[in-house]
Protein backbone atom coordinates (compact mmCIF):
# COMPACT_ATOMS: atom_id res chain seq x y z
CA UNK A 1 0.00 0.00 0.00
CA UNK A 2 1.21 3.57 -1.10
CA UNK A 3 1.76 4.87 2.27
CA UNK A 4 1.57 8.61 1.03
CA UNK A 5 -1.62 7.85 -1.14
CA UNK A 6 -5.19 7.42 0.48
CA UNK A 7 -8.96 7.49 -0.58
CA UNK A 8 -11.23 8.40 1.82
CA UNK A 9 -14.88 7.47 1.58
CA UNK A 10 -15.91 11.18 2.32
CA UNK A 11 -16.93 13.12 -0.70
CA UNK A 12 -18.57 16.54 -0.68
CA UNK A 13 -22.37 14.84 0.47
CA UNK A 14 -20.57 15.04 3.81
CA UNK A 15 -20.53 18.34 3.85
CA UNK A 16 -23.58 20.23 6.02
CA UNK A 17 -24.07 23.69 6.51
CA UNK A 18 -27.04 24.19 8.49
CA UNK A 19 -26.85 27.64 9.60
CA UNK A 20 -27.71 30.69 7.09
CA UNK A 21 -25.53 31.69 4.82
CA UNK A 22 -23.98 35.30 4.98
CA UNK A 23 -25.85 37.75 2.63
CA UNK A 24 -24.50 38.15 -0.64
CA UNK A 25 -23.13 41.45 -0.12
CA UNK A 26 -20.57 40.08 3.34
CA UNK A 27 -19.62 37.22 0.65
CA UNK A 28 -18.54 39.65 -1.68
CA UNK A 29 -16.69 42.02 0.84
CA UNK A 30 -14.60 38.83 1.95
CA UNK A 31 -13.63 38.11 -1.53
CA UNK A 32 -11.82 41.15 -1.90
CA UNK A 33 -10.47 41.52 1.13
CA UNK A 34 -9.11 37.91 0.77
CA UNK A 35 -7.82 39.09 -2.47
CA UNK A 36 -5.92 42.20 -1.25
CA UNK A 37 -4.65 40.22 1.25
CA UNK A 38 -2.90 37.21 -0.99
CA UNK A 39 -1.89 40.51 -3.19
CA UNK A 40 -0.22 41.69 -0.14
CA UNK A 41 1.35 38.13 0.23
CA UNK A 42 2.49 38.26 -3.46
CA UNK A 43 4.15 41.73 -2.81
CA UNK A 44 6.07 40.94 0.31
CA UNK A 45 8.34 38.24 -1.70
CA UNK A 46 10.76 36.51 0.33
CA UNK A 47 9.77 38.46 3.17
CA UNK A 48 6.98 36.41 3.72
CA UNK A 49 9.08 33.45 5.25
CA UNK A 50 9.91 35.08 8.21
CA UNK A 51 8.12 33.67 10.92
CA UNK A 52 6.38 36.87 12.34
CA UNK A 53 5.28 37.96 8.65
CA UNK A 54 4.10 34.47 7.58
CA UNK A 55 1.71 34.31 11.45
CA UNK A 56 0.53 37.81 10.35
CA UNK A 57 -0.45 36.97 6.90
CA UNK A 58 -1.90 33.63 8.14
CA UNK A 59 -3.96 35.17 10.41
CA UNK A 60 -5.10 37.80 7.65
CA UNK A 61 -6.44 35.76 5.49
CA UNK A 62 -8.45 33.92 7.88
CA UNK A 63 -9.96 37.44 9.04
CA UNK A 64 -10.78 37.90 5.28
CA UNK A 65 -12.82 34.84 5.12
CA UNK A 66 -14.40 35.37 8.23
CA UNK A 67 -12.83 32.55 9.70
CA UNK A 68 -12.29 33.06 13.73
CA UNK A 69 -9.21 31.68 15.15
CA UNK A 70 -9.39 29.60 18.40
CA UNK A 71 -6.44 28.68 20.66
CA UNK A 72 -5.93 26.46 23.63
CA UNK A 73 -3.24 27.59 25.98
CA UNK A 74 -0.22 25.15 25.24
CA UNK A 75 1.74 23.17 27.92
CA UNK A 76 4.79 25.08 27.26
CA UNK A 77 6.87 26.52 24.29
CA UNK A 78 6.76 24.30 21.56
CA UNK A 79 10.29 23.31 20.73
CA UNK A 80 11.97 23.92 17.42
CA UNK A 81 12.65 20.72 15.18
CA UNK A 82 9.80 19.00 15.77
CA UNK A 83 7.77 17.33 13.89
CA UNK A 84 4.32 19.08 13.75
CA UNK A 85 1.29 16.68 12.87
CA UNK A 86 -2.77 17.05 13.02
CA UNK A 87 -6.17 15.94 10.97
CA UNK A 88 -6.18 16.90 7.79
CA UNK A 89 -9.91 18.25 6.72
CA UNK A 90 -9.38 21.47 4.70
CA UNK A 91 -7.36 23.43 2.79
CA UNK A 92 -7.41 26.01 6.01
CA UNK A 93 -5.76 23.51 8.00
CA UNK A 94 -2.38 24.37 7.05
CA UNK A 95 -3.30 28.76 7.40
CA UNK A 96 -4.60 28.25 10.76
CA UNK A 97 -1.68 25.93 12.19
CA UNK A 98 0.44 28.71 10.30
CA UNK A 99 -1.24 31.57 11.98
CA UNK A 100 -0.76 29.56 15.68
CA UNK A 101 3.30 28.48 14.61
CA UNK A 102 4.97 29.13 11.21
CA UNK A 103 6.52 26.11 10.18
CA UNK A 104 8.24 24.08 6.79
CA UNK A 105 4.58 22.84 5.49
CA UNK A 106 4.61 19.29 3.63
CA UNK A 107 2.10 19.34 0.82
CA UNK A 108 0.94 17.42 -1.98
CA UNK A 109 2.41 18.16 -5.58
CA UNK A 110 -0.93 19.32 -6.52
CA UNK A 111 -1.25 22.64 -4.40
CA UNK A 112 2.15 24.26 -5.99
CA UNK A 113 -0.12 24.51 -8.86
CA UNK A 114 -2.94 26.11 -7.84
CA UNK A 115 -3.20 29.80 -9.16
CA UNK A 116 -1.58 32.29 -6.21
CA UNK A 117 -1.89 29.73 -3.14
CA UNK A 118 0.90 27.52 -5.14
CA UNK A 119 2.95 30.69 -6.19
CA UNK A 120 2.98 31.36 -1.71
CA UNK A 121 3.31 28.00 -0.75
CA UNK A 122 7.19 27.64 -2.90
CA UNK A 123 7.68 31.46 -1.16
CA UNK A 124 7.02 29.77 2.30
CA UNK A 125 9.48 27.13 1.51
CA UNK A 126 6.80 24.07 1.62
CA UNK A 127 8.08 21.28 0.45
CA UNK A 128 5.59 19.23 -2.36
CA UNK A 129 5.51 15.21 -2.56
CA UNK A 130 3.98 13.02 -5.42
CA UNK A 131 1.78 10.74 -3.42
CA UNK A 132 1.75 8.28 -5.85
CA UNK A 133 5.27 7.80 -6.45
CA UNK A 134 6.51 5.40 -3.62
CA UNK A 135 10.20 5.52 -5.17
CA UNK A 136 10.12 8.81 -3.63
CA UNK A 137 9.51 8.09 -0.09
CA UNK A 138 12.97 6.83 1.45
CA UNK A 139 14.09 10.50 -0.30
CA UNK A 140 11.07 12.43 1.17
CA UNK A 141 11.73 11.10 4.90
CA UNK A 142 15.79 12.01 4.41
CA UNK A 143 14.61 15.47 3.55
CA UNK A 144 12.21 15.86 6.38
CA UNK A 145 14.75 14.14 9.00
CA UNK A 146 17.69 16.81 7.72
CA UNK A 147 15.20 19.76 8.11
CA UNK A 148 14.45 18.26 12.00
CA UNK A 149 17.87 18.07 12.18
CA UNK A 150 18.79 21.44 11.49
CA UNK A 151 15.92 22.97 14.02
CA UNK A 152 13.03 23.83 11.70
CA UNK A 153 9.67 22.13 12.63
CA UNK A 154 7.71 20.39 9.92
CA UNK A 155 4.05 20.36 9.79
CA UNK A 156 3.14 16.91 8.09
CA UNK A 157 -0.67 15.58 7.51
CA UNK A 158 -0.45 11.98 8.29
CA UNK A 159 -3.82 10.97 7.75
CA UNK A 160 -2.83 11.77 3.51
CA UNK A 161 -5.51 12.72 2.65
CA UNK A 162 -8.95 15.47 3.70
CA UNK A 163 -11.67 13.78 5.83
CA UNK A 164 -15.10 15.23 6.94
CA UNK A 165 -14.18 15.17 10.41
CA UNK A 166 -10.74 15.13 12.99
CA UNK A 167 -11.07 10.89 13.49
CA UNK A 168 -11.15 10.31 9.75
CA UNK A 169 -8.44 8.14 9.32
CA UNK A 170 -5.85 6.64 11.18
CA UNK A 171 -2.34 8.31 10.96
CA UNK A 172 0.31 6.67 8.67
CA UNK A 173 3.65 5.47 9.66
CA UNK A 174 6.12 6.88 6.76
CA UNK A 175 6.47 10.53 8.14
CA UNK A 176 6.84 9.28 12.04
CA UNK A 177 10.38 7.84 10.52
CA UNK A 178 11.58 11.18 9.97
CA UNK A 179 11.34 12.24 13.74
CA UNK A 180 12.68 9.03 14.56
CA UNK A 181 15.92 9.45 12.50
CA UNK A 182 16.64 12.93 13.36
CA UNK A 183 15.90 11.96 17.09
CA UNK A 184 13.01 15.11 17.08
CA UNK A 185 10.16 15.56 18.98
CA UNK A 186 6.43 14.94 17.48
CA UNK A 187 3.64 17.79 18.53
CA UNK A 188 0.17 16.14 17.89
CA UNK A 189 -2.19 19.17 17.01
CA UNK A 190 -6.24 18.86 16.65
CA UNK A 191 -7.87 21.44 13.99
CA UNK A 192 -11.71 21.66 14.65
CA UNK A 193 -13.99 23.47 12.72
CA UNK A 194 -16.96 24.98 14.49
CA UNK A 195 -20.34 27.18 13.38
CA UNK A 196 -22.31 27.98 16.77
CA UNK A 197 -19.89 26.23 18.88
CA UNK A 198 -21.15 23.01 17.25
CA UNK A 199 -18.88 21.01 14.95
CA UNK A 200 -18.92 22.07 11.43
CA UNK A 201 -18.07 20.15 8.30
CA UNK A 202 -18.95 23.27 5.59
CA UNK A 203 -14.63 23.91 5.62
CA UNK A 204 -14.16 20.41 4.53
CA UNK A 205 -12.29 20.02 1.57
CA UNK A 206 -13.23 16.72 0.10
CA UNK A 207 -13.08 14.53 -2.76
CA UNK A 208 -14.71 15.57 -5.82
CA UNK A 209 -14.52 19.38 -4.36
CA UNK A 210 -12.35 21.82 -6.65
CA UNK A 211 -10.89 24.76 -4.80
CA UNK A 212 -12.94 27.33 -6.06
CA UNK A 213 -16.25 25.42 -5.14
CA UNK A 214 -14.72 24.99 -1.37
CA UNK A 215 -13.66 28.78 -1.00
CA UNK A 216 -17.45 29.52 -1.96
CA UNK A 217 -18.70 27.56 0.75
CA UNK A 218 -16.30 28.78 3.11
CA UNK A 219 -17.24 32.92 2.26
CA UNK A 220 -20.64 32.15 2.15
CA UNK A 221 -20.05 30.66 6.29
CA UNK A 222 -21.43 32.37 8.71
CA UNK A 223 -19.94 32.18 12.25
CA UNK A 224 -17.26 29.58 11.14
CA UNK A 225 -14.19 29.14 13.47
CA UNK A 226 -11.63 26.99 13.89
CA UNK A 227 -10.10 25.36 16.53
CA UNK A 228 -6.57 24.26 16.99
CA UNK A 229 -5.07 22.61 20.20
CA UNK A 230 -1.62 21.33 20.67
CA UNK A 231 -0.94 18.87 22.74
CA UNK A 232 2.03 17.51 24.62
CA UNK A 233 5.15 16.56 23.27
CA UNK A 234 6.00 12.86 22.15
CA UNK A 235 9.45 11.04 21.72
CA UNK A 236 10.21 7.79 20.62
CA UNK A 237 12.09 5.09 18.58
CA UNK A 238 9.26 3.37 16.49
CA UNK A 239 7.66 4.99 13.85
CA UNK A 240 4.51 2.60 14.96
CA UNK A 241 4.31 3.25 18.42
CA UNK A 242 4.51 7.20 17.50
CA UNK A 243 1.63 6.95 14.80
CA UNK A 244 -0.70 5.06 17.34
CA UNK A 245 0.03 7.78 20.29
CA UNK A 246 -0.30 10.97 17.57
CA UNK A 247 -3.43 9.64 16.35
CA UNK A 248 -4.54 9.19 19.78
CA UNK A 249 -3.67 12.49 21.17
CA UNK A 250 -5.08 14.21 18.04
CA UNK A 251 -8.11 12.36 17.93
CA UNK A 252 -8.99 11.76 21.51
CA UNK A 253 -12.37 9.34 22.19
CA UNK A 254 -14.12 10.72 18.99
CA UNK A 255 -16.02 8.24 16.82
CA UNK A 256 -14.47 7.93 12.90
CA UNK A 257 -16.80 9.76 10.75
CA UNK A 258 -16.99 6.36 8.34
CA UNK A 259 -17.04 2.70 9.42
CA UNK A 260 -16.51 -0.01 7.07
CA UNK A 261 -18.11 0.62 3.41
CA UNK A 262 -21.28 -0.26 3.42
CA UNK A 263 -21.93 -4.07 1.14
CA UNK A 264 -25.53 -3.73 -1.20
CA UNK A 265 -28.53 -5.53 0.40
Known amino acids: MNPWS??????????????????????????????HTLIRSVAMGERLADPRALRGQSRAVLDALGVRLETGPPEREPTS???????????????????VQPVTVLAKREVGQWPVVGTLARRIGTRFIDRGAV????????????????????????????????????????????????GAPVRPMTVDYLQGGLPSTVAAFLGGDDFTTSLRRVTAARGL????????????TDRRTLAAAAGAAVCGTRPPAHTAPRVPA
Open 135 to 182: RELPHTVAELADLLRSGRSVLVFPQATTWCTVAGGRFRRAAFQAAVDA
Open 81 to 99: GALIVANHISWLDAVALLA
Open 225 to 236: SVRVTAHPELRG
Open 6 to 35: VEAPCTPDCVGDTTPRVPLTESARRYAALA
